[in-house]
């Protein structure tokens, strides 16, 4: 719901948004519930936005003084961390102050908001994007890092490096009349970003006089190439990082490599993807030695993780997180529509859709050094740690996924969604410890509409872990039950209950959700299980809490 106004004929329009999610907690010893000193905790954010015909300015506004549980401890902090001016004419762009941007998937450069993930690693400085052709895009860009909010405090938190970068992008099929009479569309990407980032003491060798020298520079490149005609889209990228010694790889001196092929085909009623992707040594952060490696703020770039994001609570209680020191991950994809009237589509059609993914780890042979001191993952700081073939597999299976959806609508008023999921979970590569998990995940979802106004969605799950089983740790057999009722157009609520078979434990949640407009506000009581939330690849660990939620949005 944005607003206009008017000054000297040029229509200036302002939107923004207030979000804030709030914890009233309790302590619960059967969860491992902490006891918090603050009556409640709360992330809140307000932001604003103006834009006009050549110029748009923006700022967001933060209080995490008292944050969510699971979030790093620099993320407590306040001020206005995204602040913003846009200068838009004819064909050029600039901008001042804070900025996301992604170069091509995002393996050298992908900087971006995910508040669920406590990710807002945008740059400060500016960037510049020109178009002097229709056919070509060039992007110019540099800047630093945030990285939470440190001590705390307005405008603090920023990495010490500087993130500097240009992109290119050519639309060849604007060269060829040919190509775009046959729907023909070929764009070319070439991308180099520099990370500059000032020396510092660190001695490696046993002796105590052994000093290792960091490149000030680390450069990466990444080169792309798209192809679109008819129902087929066909997408190669490789992305190199120049030697880059780092707290996440043991500070070796190993370059850094992606390659990723993705091919899809999509008709009515009918589509498919397959996807390969190698990466070795890619971890790229803007800050070489960190308090903690499980922060993702500080990373420049982004590896996206080739497994399907389930959004079924007990499909998605083990999420992957990417393995950014090398893995080759594989995925293919198939759905189809059986037709209304046909056997298998019935009266109103049948969605079937098939998933698999396998994420694999790739071969390293170690390369040893006399006298210096090895590191936490078995390589050797100060030397190139170790050489990998390409195209071998190492001997670790990080995840495997398949699993098959099938979506039946049976009324006009009742539909069902059924899946089955088959699951192999490395928990010891992933988080560090717990060994391969192999479940069978089993998955029903019915939705009927009564009428214009009431709708009953109802889900029931079942976890059976045929492998891997641990009480202690919770990894164990579990059911789930959901009910939600819609009652439009403002209405809706919502009871499910977990309940771990294993160490026989419930975790449950109940909540009224209020909608009306631009306002959404939803208040319940829930006792939330520890695990990861991810997207993307991306992971952070929320630790079990119980109490009283809250949650406003607004937007307008």
Same mark, same amino acid.
């Given at each position: ?98 900025? %996301?941007?992604? &170069? ?285 073939? &390409? ?33 192999? %979970? ?61 009652? #439009?157009?403002?209405?809706? &609520? ?12 419930? %975790? ?12 959404? #506000? ?31 949005? &607004?937007?307008?």
């Amino acid at each position: 719901m944005a607003q206009e106004s008017e000054a000297g004929g040029n229509k200036v329009q302002v939107s923004g948004s207030i979000q804030s999610d709030i914890l009233i907690p309790q302590s619960d010893a059967t969860i491992g519930a902490e006891d918090y000193s603050e009556f409640a905790l709360t992330n809140t954010f307000g932001e604003v936005n103006l834009s006009s015909k050549y110029i748009d300015a923006g700022a967001r506004v933060e209080y995490l003084d008292h944050p969510l549980p699971g979030f790093e401890p620099d993320y407590k902090g306040w001020g206005i961390p995204y602040i913003y001016v846009k200068g838009k004419y004819k064909n050029v762009e600039v901008t001042a102050g804070n900025f %996301y941007e992604q &170069f091509g998937s995002g393996f050298i450069l992908r900087t971006y908001e995910e508040r669920s993930l406590g990710i807002d690693n945008s740059l400060l400085g500016g960037r510049l994007v020109y178009k002097p052709f229709n056919w070509a895009t060039v992007k110019v860009l540099a800047g630093k890092q945030r990285r939470y909010w440190h001590d705390g405090g307005p405008f603090e938190g920023l990495n010490r490096s500087w993130v500097g970068g240009a992109d290119v992008e050519l639309s060849v099929d604007q060269w060829f009349k040919k190509m775009q009479e046959k729907n023909t569309y070929l764009t070319f990407g070439a991308s180099f970003v520099n990370k500059h980032e000032g020396d510092e003491e660190m001695i490696v060798s046993y002796d105590g006089k052994q000093r290792l020298n960091f490149p000030t520079d680390v450069q990466a490149f990444d080169v792309r190439l798209r192809l679109q005609t008819g129902n087929w889209n066909v997408l190669a990228e490789y992305a190199q990082k120049s030697q880059d010694p780092s707290q996440d790889n043991d500070y070796i001196y190993r370059k850094g490599y992606v390659a990723m092929l993705s091919a899809s085909y999509s008709k009515r009623g009918m589509s498919f993807l397959v996807q390969a992707k190698r990466s070795d040594n890619m971890s790229f952060r803007s800050q070489r030695t960190l308090p903690s490696l499980s922060e993702n703020s500080s990373f420049i770039n982004h590896l996206p993780a080739f497994t399907m994001e389930h959004t079924y609570a007990l499909a998605a209680r083990y999420p992957y997180a990417t393995q950014p020191d090398g893995e080759w991950a594989y995925q293919a994809e198939l759905a189809y529509n059986f037709k209304r009237h046909s056997f298998f589509g019935g009266k109103y059609g049948t969605k079937v859709k098939l998933n698999f993914s396998h994420v694999h780890s790739i071969a390293k042979n170690t390369r040893y050094a006399d006298g210096i001191m090895q590191g936490s993952n078995g390589y050797y700081p100060g030397t190139d740690g170790y050489g990998s073939a &390409f195209f071998k597999w190492g001997d670790s299976k990080y995840y495997q996924d398949f699993n098959v959806q099938i979506e039946k609508k049976f009324t006009k008023a009742f539909k069902l969604n059924l899946m089955y999921m088959n699951q192999f %979970y490395n928990k010891t590569a992933v988080e560090g410890h717990g060994g391969m998990l192999h479940n069978n995940i089993y998955v029903a979802e019915g939705k009927y509409q009564f009428n214009d106004k009431f709708t009953l969605r109802a889900e029931a799950q079942y976890l059976d872990m045929t492998s891997g089983v641990n009480n202690e740790d919770g990894d164990c057999d579990c059911v789930y039950g959901l009910l939600e009722l819609s009652v #439009l157009p403002y209405l809706m &609520f919502t009871v499910s209950d977990e309940y771990s078979i294993g160490d026989e434990i419930h %975790y449950y949640n109940g909540s009224v959700t209020f909608a009306k407009g631009a306002h959404r #506000l939803q208040v319940g009581y829930a006792r939330t299980r520890a695990g990861f939330n991810c997207s993307g690849g991306v992971c952070r660990w929320v630790p079990a809490s119980k109490g009283v939620t809250m949650s406003y949005n &607004f937007n307008f």
